[in-house]
T-cell receptor, first 114, second 109 residues
Framework: EAQVTQNPRYLITVTGKKLTVTCSQN?????MSWYRQDPGLGLRQIYY???????DKGDVPEGYKVSRKEKRNFPLILESPSPNQTSLYFC?????????????FGPGTRLTVL | GQSLEQPSEVTAVEGAIVQINCTYQ??????LSWYQQHDGGAPTFLSY????GLEETGRFSSFLSRSDSYGYLLLQELQMKDSASYFC??????????FGAGTRLFVKA
């Protein structure tokens, strides 16, 4: 089954404790992206990747890092989480980038930073 | 700055037709997409308009006017299961996507 998976689905952590949210897709998609969703703000793009070893900043990259060492995986790293990073996070992938292409979203990761 | 404007809430009755508008102001524009999101779920793709005009997919249609920086999603023969949030999104080029804040649709019996 074609899908995007994220882990963990739920995470409660404390300020400053480094964490990684994993994202994996089995559709051989080149393009992957991370979004955060906050009430009243819709989805905001954090980082995206056009292919292996090629990443770039979205609209809200501060406080986040990403890597793309393999085509299928695109982890999101919070080196020193802060309470303002409490949010719902979605990973997405598409075949050839945002242009014309459907983005497939993972199930989401709800993060709480205390 | 870049922005997409859509109504925060729309209410309609089962069987009716509802239109959700989206106006955008972005630095670049390649196309307008629409996504549906049920409570607790992930966004799912509904439609895409790269050119002016109407795209139809079953009960859902989407329209784009690039000259007016405007588009809409039309849902026909509303069903209770259509109660969800609907987001418009602009592909600004360079693999960047800007989403609107979402429109919450309530379908009443």
């Amino acid at each position: 089954e074609a899908q995007v998976t994220q882990n963990p689905r739920y995470l409660i952590t404390v300020t400053g404790k480094k964490l990684t949210v994993t994202c994996s897709q089995n559709m051989n998609h080149e393009y992957m992206s991370w979004y955060r969703q906050d009430p009243g703000l819709g989805l905001r793009q954090i980082y995206y990747s056009m292919n292996v070893e090629v990443t770039d900043k979205g609209d809200v990259p501060e406080g986040y890092k990403v890597s793309r060492k393999e085509k299928r995986n695109f982890p999101l790293i919070l080196e020193s989480p802060s309470p303002n990073q409490t949010s719902l996070y979605f990973c997405a992938s598409s075949l050839a980038g945002a242009q014309t292409d459907t983005q497939y979203f993972g199930p989401g990761t709800r993060l709480t930073v205390l | 700055g870049q922005s997409l404007e859509q109504p925060s809430e729309v209410t309609a009755v089962e069987g009716a037709i509802v239109q959700i508008n989206c106006t955008y102001q972005t630095s670049g524009f390649y196309g307008l997409s629409w996504y549906q999101q049920h409570d607790g779920g992930a966004p799912t793709f509904l439609s895409y308009n790269g050119l002016d005009g109407l795209e139809e997919t079953g009960r859902f249609s989407s329209f784009l006017s690039r000259s007016d920086s405007y588009g809409y999603l039309l849902l026909q023969e509303l069903q209770m299961k259509d109660s969800a949030s609907y987001f418009c999104a602009v592909d600004t080029g360079g693999f960047k996507t800007i989403f609107g804040a979402g429109t919450r649709l309530f379908v009443k019996a």
